[in-house]
């Protein structure tokens, strides 16, 4: 057993007490004093969701719009992320966003609806019942996991929003924290990470706000304490840490899209018949898995989805 009890760990080792206030880094100290006792470091032997974080179970329903496909393994998922804000390394944002304090957060909702306002977390979490949806997710550059996200529609926050008939689009903004983000101190993108959303794709019943995975709350490097999942288009559509939900006229702008608008359209449905300037979109691969799948128009979900795109060319609104 690793993590002592308080009452285990001899008084050379207690902590000072203002470190007791704060209970996972308690538990964290805790575990480095055992794991030091035994001549360990504990990043050698915890992994870091483990180590630095004390994710919460969550109760939920299951989903309709679940797949039975095979799932990442937690592991995977947890370890191998975008989320530039920390590291452009794939294993980057779970080494290094053991800093990021997820709460208290609040998501500010602006623009054209009813009466701006500030909703907590903790409210958000109460907005609808909490689903388990188990999607495919394709990022654009080729490889893709199968996630069972806990969350609720995005539907729901629209709803409480009241957008007024000028509302068109909605625009969605990651939190901008330099001292908790070290990837924010380069300039690999125009921070704060936008992105956008047309109002009938943010009201489509698959369209989510994750605030889990695995049955419990967002891992730091995940997009804690909460973010989109659009499964029907590419990967970076889907963004992190909201703080800011604006309802807007016009098309808004777009991280990626504006960082290079001839490689990242603002749709970037999941399209294997469009290919990235600089590689083919035909196929992907599923992490863990050696062979190469075929892509499927809209990820597979065009039963849902396709119908929004009706009479638009998809090659020219990639
Ligand atoms: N704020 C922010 N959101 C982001 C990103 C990012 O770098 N910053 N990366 C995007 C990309 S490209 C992908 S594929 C997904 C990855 O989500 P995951 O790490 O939970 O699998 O997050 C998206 N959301
Ligand atoms: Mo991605």
Redesign the pocket.
């Known amino acids: 057993m690793l993590i002592k009890k308080p009452s285990d760990i001899p008084s050379s080792e207690i902590t000072p007490k203002w470190l007791y206030t704060n209970r996972r880094r308690f538990i964290a100290t805790a575990a480095m004093a055992g794991a030091a006792a035994m001549g360990y470091k504990a990043f050698e032997l915890f992994s870091p969701s483990e180590s630095a974080q004390a994710n919460e179970k969550l109760q939920f329903t299951k989903s309709q719009y679940s797949t039975t496909e095979k799932q990442t393994p937690y592991k995977d ?2 370890t ?7 590291s452009t390394d794939k294993s980057g ?1 779970s080494e290094l966003a053991g800093k990021f304090k997820p709460r208290p957060w609040t998501v500010a909702i602006e623009g054209e609806v009813a009466k701006p306002r500030q909703i907590d977390i903790d409210s958000l979490l109460k907005l609808a019942p909490l689903e388990e949806r188990i999607y495919r ?5 080729g ?1 893709s ?1 199968v ?1 069972p996200w806990i969350g609720f529609p995005l539907k729901a926050l629209v709803d409480v929003a009241q957008p007024n008939s000028k509302a068109k689009f909605v625009q969605f903004e ?2 901008y924290r330099p001292s908790e983000m070290p ?1 924010l101190n380069r300039a690999v ?1 125009d921070w ?2 936008v ?1 956008g959303l047309r109002l009938d794709e943010a009201t489509n019943p698959l369209a989510l706000l994750a605030v889990g ?1 695995y049955g419990e709350t ?1 891992p730091n ?3 804690a304490p909460i ?2 999942v659009v499964p029907w288009k ?8 909201i703080v800011k939900v604006r309802f807007v006229k016009d098309q808004p702008k777009a ?2 899209n504006e960082a290079a608008p001839n490689e990242y359209g603002f749709y970037s449905n999941v399209n294997p018949n469009v290919d990235h300037p600089r590689w083919s979109q035909a196929k992907e691969r599923r992490l863990g898995e050696f062979l190469k799948r075929d892509t499927l128009m809209f990820n597979g979900y065009g039963d849902q989805v396709a119908s929004m795109y009706n009479g638009m060319d998809l090659k020219k609104n990639f």
């Open positions: 998922v947890t191998y992320n975008n989320y530039y804000e920390f944002p997710h394709r990022c654009v550059e490889w996991i996630v990651t939190v990837g993108l704060p990470y992105e995975l967002l490097q995940n997009g973010r989109l590419y990967g970076f559509k889907s963004i992190k840490s991280t990626w």
